[in-house]
């Protein structure tokens, strides 16, 4: 099975189900997966904004999600789906340049107001007391896509009863009618993703049973480089400053000795009127 993370499921119960959907045996044939490599130009995606393109990623991506829906359909309610949805091409387009060029696309405009730096977010880093920019857009994206709409958007949307289970946000209508907002009802929570290993009580840290890897740096780091020049360049830069050195103290002696003439004091034109 390829590398998967339902293998730390089955290494304690082997009889989990499970299925895995990949473009690979038995080693990733993208090479950046999951890192901050891992951009639109080394997967060739290029947005297009009416997503014509049939033979794009996207179209590809989309027909494979609908196979899978099609497939979970049909494996949970045992009869084939013959319904008139299918997956859209446009917004698997908009989510494309969401996550890999621009934040401020149209998903996340219909989401949230606010305004992004004009720069990939950041996919690879995530800290327990900063809040991720992708982790809190993909909840409410994915809160979006599955909500019930609660009514006409009014200030008092947000104030509604709010739960565990249930949250309100005002949201655009669609990706075509963002000025259009509605009042969503929201079943989006997030939780945590702490390893186990940080859990249970006298864990063998030892065991590399589950993941405990830490970010070692936060800063940039500087290199300084220093050049050595050949041999022949020293000899000829020391000989050069010696020439220099030597040509600066004959000249300053000469113009000492000399300043009796060189700097003459202009005579005075006219005799004081006041002695």
């Known amino acids: 099975m390829p590398p998967a ?40 995606f290029t947005y297009d904004p009416n997503a014509t393109e049939q033979n794009s990623l996207q179209y590809f991506i989309a027909n494979v ?26 917004l698997v387009n908009e989510l494309f340049q969401c996550y890999l060029e621009d934040p401020n696309c149209k998903v996340h405009r219909a ?29 409410l994206t994915l809160g979006w ?11 008092n949307c947000t104030n509604n009863p709010r739960n565990y289970a249930f949250k309100y946000y005002n949201m655009s209508k ?6 259009v907002t509605r009042c ?17 009580p006298d864990y063998n840290w030892t065991s590399g049973q589950y993941s405990t890897w830490t970010e070692s ?30 040509f600066s103290f004959i000249f300053v002696y000469f113009v000492k000795s000399r300043s009796h003439i060189l700097f003459t004091p202009p005579l005075p034109t006219e005799a004081p009127t006041d002695c």
């Open 184 to 200: 969503y009802k929201i079943t989006m929570n997030t939780t945590d993703a702490i390893s186990p290993a940080f859990i249970i």
């Open 217 to 246: 740096t936060w800063t940039e780091m500087n290199v300084r480089i220093f050049l050595k020049p050949s041999s022949a360049h020293e000899k000829m830069t020391i000989a050069i400053g010696s020439l220099s050195v030597i």
């Open 111 to 139: 989401t949230q107001k606010g305004k992004l730096p004009k720069v990939p977010l950041s996919l690879y880093v995530g800290v327990d007391h900063v809040a991720n920019y992708a982790t809190t857009l993909t909840s």
């Open 5 to 44: 993370s339902l293998h730390t499921f089955m290494k304690k119960l082997p009889s989990f189900p499970g299925l895995v959907i990949s473009d690979h045996e038995t080693s990733y044939t993208n090479h950046f997966y999951n890192s901050i490599f891992d951009d639109a130009v080394n997967i060739g």
């Open 145 to 155: 896509l599955t909500a019930d709409d609660a009514g006409e958007s009014n200030i």
């Open 174 to 179: 669609s990706i075509q009618e963002l000025n």
């Open 65 to 90: 999600s609908e196979v899978i829906g099609n497939s979970v359909y049909e494996t949970i309610t045992g009869k084939h789906y013959s319904g008139k949805y299918t997956a859209d091409v446009v």
